[in-house]
């Protein structure tokens, strides 16, 4: 009996065995089917790979990045560049340039270009202006970049058209610098930016209030105020305003380009030759029409206590203005005896083409009929000691002052005349 256990102990082991390696093989041909992250968990469970070997992965090779063509790094973000040194204190605006594409072109955001020069979103640039930018190399402040674009302080009786004319600028492009429109309303001690424009171009800066007054020559090289020494801040532009000058003459009687780069220490001539501003005086006859406006300028004058030489003001105004005729027509919306415009506070069309109240309109003063919103003859300080041609232009803001001198021989004939 012990020798026949033998065998069927082996047989039964056998068979055990073979079934072993039976259901060992039919588990590695469904393993086969599985996901290789589930192979590797299961191979490890039933003991057919070692955990280490199953948690081996080939490190994936990133994919090698594309070559960059050239137009691409052109266009590339310039921000990385910007940040380091490249970017420089302040750029000067070239032909076509916006302040949109210089932020790009320096991979800085347009809103701080706009806010570090005091620029709004509907400001206007020019080429020649130099603007500062954020983050640059040794940025410098705002102000002395601002200061070489002029302004102008707006007193009581401005107005925008008059503004553009005193200084040769073409309104609409005044008032697109400044985002204004037609309608808009303007208030004494307000900032109104002086783009380049009329009589001549000069280099302007990005814009912000200069100094309110420069400081004077530190040597004035003569009494006559023939010539003037430039200091810090000043430009071609300020310097013009200041003594009654298109940039253009300024430029003309210097010798210079109106882009030309001024210095302080420089020394400039601001009087014009007499060649320049001399105009042929006139000598009228009074017409029936011009007697009767010119009686009333007088008596309005009279009636007031105007000096005698502001009424020979007035009837020069007049006459340079309308010929001492009272037209319904006129430059935009200007009318009557001094061409004054409705759209400028100095009153309704009937009252604007009404002669006597034109006429104290103009003369201004306690009795102005406008109550502040226009300024006239004797609301203007120290005009008693102005020529005919300063004084007239004062209450006018003509474009064209110079010729209101050719009046002057005849408006003294005329008070004569009708004392």
């Known amino acids: 009996m012990t020798y026949d256990a033998a065998p069927a102990d082996d047989s039964a082991g056998g068979t055990r065995r073979a079934r072993s390696e039976t259901d060992r093989r039919r588990g590695i041909r469904r393993l086969i089917a599985l996901p ?4 590797g968990t299961v191979a490890v469970t039933i003991g057919i790979a070692q955990p280490a070997e199953a948690a ?11 070559a960059t063509s050239d137009a691409a790094q052109r266009q590339a973000p310039r921000s990385v560049a910007a940040s380091s040194n490249t970017v420089p204190a302040e750029v ?40 500062a930018l954020p983050g640059g190399t040794a940025t410098p402040a705002p102000a ?3 200061a070489e674009l002029p302004r102008h302080a707006v007193v009581a009786g401005d107005t925008m058209s008059g503004i553009a004319a005193a200084y040769g600028v073409a309104l609409d492009q005044m008032l697109s610098a400044n985002g204004l429109s037609r309608q808009s309303l303007i208030f004494p001690g307000q900032s109104i930016v002086l783009p380049p424009g009329g009589g001549g171009t000069a280099a302007t800066a990005a814009p ?6 420069p400081p004077p020559p530190a040597e004035p090289i003569a009494a006559s105020g023939d010539v003037y020494t430039v200091v810090d801040g000043d430009t071609l532009w300020d310097i013009a305003a200041r003594h009654g000058l298109d940039v253009s003459e300024l430029t003309s009687i210097n010798g210079l380009d109106a882009s030309a780069v001024i210095r302080a220490g420089q020394v400039l001539r601001v009087a014009r030759p007499v060649a320049v501003v001399a105009v042929a005086s006139v000598n009228v006859a009074l017409t029936d029409e011009m007697r009767a406006n010119a009686r009333i300028i007088v008596d309005v004058g009279r009636t007031l206590g105007v000096p005698e030489q502001g009424i020979v003001v007035a009837l020069a105004a007049a006459a340079q203005e309308s010929g001492l005729k009272n037209p319904e027509y006129g430059d935009l919306d200007s009318l009557g005896l001094f061409q004054q415009r409705p759209s400028q506070g100095w009153g309704t069309v009937e009252e604007v083409l009404d002669p006597v109240r034109a006429a104290t309109a103009f003369y201004g003063g306690a009795a ?4 502040g919103r ?8 120290g005009w008693e000691s102005l020529t005919v041609t300063q004084a007239a232009q004062a209450v006018q803001l ?16 005329w008070l004569s005349e009708l004392g």
Request: glycine fraction near 6%.
């Open 36 to 39: 290789l992250a589930v192979i």
């Open 56 to 66: 081996h992965q080939p490190a994936k090779r990133m994919p090698k990045a594309k």
């Open 92 to 131: 000067t605006v070239g032909d076509g340039d916006t302040v949109s594409s210089i932020a790009e072109r320096y991979g800085v955001p347009t809103a701080d270009i706009l806010a570090l020069n005091g620029l709004s979103w509907s400001s206007l640039i020019f080429p020649g202006q130099r603007l």
């Open 144 to 146: 002395p970049v601002a």
């Open 208 to 213: 912000a209030s200069p100094p309110a007054a």
């Open 368 to 371: 102005d009929p406008n109550a």
């Open 374 to 381: 226009t300024r006239g003859l004797l609301d203007i300080p």
């Open 398 to 413: 003509s474009a064209h002052p110079e010729h209101y001198a050719k009046w002057e021989t005849s408006a003294r004939a």
